[in-house]
């Protein structure tokens, strides 16, 4: 039975991962840079998108496929801060988003308009960590409300990350999180990863993150 | 391909239901009550658990299942508040704990000196609510840092609940949470779900969530 199911599993993500190249491909083909967005729920995805797409949406010809289990709320809260196409995937409760999804999604972008794209996937710290979506970054916001110990007990989504950006840095002065701390064990699981402080609610740490997206696109403009 | 793992899932999920049914069998047999302790990660299982334990643990005779993806941080921390055994099962990186894990890690635990067993679950909003591990009852912990509208992104977890407990209540001045919104999106999902607020922090509603063990145990004392 469990051989069984390895196998089976194996099998699906060596399709996954062969689509994810095709995605990975067909983007670059399109001189677009795309993050796969990453968190626990209620880390706080939306809401930086939210502003994200209010400054840059424009200027960096964003568009976001948003992931969801069951509703497309979230797509809805973005779509009402740009001009710019957001295409909502409902996984029936699924707990990630994967290749394929991603593959059919962008079929209802225009690739020829959009310079980034972003993928919010499912909030969970585990599963979508498996997944490649063809991205060119993988970026994992942690929220201060969460315990500095997530990257030790959720190695595998901070392993895998490119960027840990730490959310909601407003609340620090309220819980008991040493951010330091919180640091040396993103580290520690991966010693190469890069760090930026965020609080969609202040604006602390937003001129940073829009800076990392200014200078992620602007390799790959289009002449 | 679809088709295939589906027919592999439904059997996988058939066994485990099995397994289940055996591990409810087995506990009632002790006349043990046993809680699946299910949420995201960082919103407060380990913390209410280490209140619980210091405050119930010889009176209740508590016994603890910690499950978590790649150590044992959690059943270490919970050891520490309690004379009472604490069995940590460490996933090795999957979503969810099973009943075949539960059905190995009661064996190591005093069954005839337990009345309430608490299965702290992989913290993860989405896995662990198709997994029937044997429970009694299904409490979720739900931070009020997460937004209120989780419950309708979140339905199955929510769904299966037989108690909601809003967590982190002391944050509450410094968030946008709706509680009353909260409730209606969690009854929206589930009518009959019912509600604690708690903060570990500073111990308001604690003693709501210590008459809710006492009542649930109560019953099953043995003579």
């Known amino acids: 039975m469990t051989v069984r199911t390895i196998e089976v ?18 983007l670059a083909a399109h001189g677009i840079w795309a993050m796969n967005l990453m968190s626990s729920p ?9 502003r994200t797409l209010a400054e840059l949406g424009e200027p960096l010809d964003i568009a976001v496929v948003a992931g969801d289990c069951q509703t497309q ?18 996984t029936g409760g699924a707990c990630h988003l994967d290749a394929l999804q991603v593959f059919d999604a962008i079929e209802h972008l225009d690739l020829d308009a ?9 909030g969970n710290l585990v599963c979508p960590a498996s997944w490649d979506l063809g991205e060119t970054t993988r970026v ?15 190695p595998k989504m901070f392993e895998k990350a490119d960027w840990v950006v730490l959310t909601k840095t407003d609340l620090l002065p309220y819980v008991p999180f040493d951010a330091d701390r ?19 609610t ?14 992620s696109v602007a390799p790959l403009a289009r002449v």
Chains 1, 2 share one sequence.
């Open 73 to 90: 709320n979230d797509a809805d809260r973005l779509a009402a801060h740009t001009g710019r196409l957001v295409h909502a995937v409902v």
């Open 9 to 26: 599993r194996e099998r699906v993500m060596a399709r996954n991962d062969a689509l994810a190249a095709q995605v990975r491909e067909r």
């Open 114 to 122: 959009t310079r980034l794209l972003i993928v919010e996937n499912v």
């Open 140 to 154: 994992v916001l942690f929220s201060v409300t969460e315990g500095e110990d997530k990257p030790l007990k959720y």
């Open 202 to 215: 202040t604006g602390d740490g937003l001129a940073e993150w829009f800076d990392f997206l200014r200078r």
């Open 182 to 200: 919180a640091v040396r064990y993103c580290l520690q699981v991966n010693p190469n990863v890069r760090f930026l402080f965020v609080s969609a």
């Open 42 to 50: 209620g880390a706080g995805k939306t809401t930086l998108l939210e």
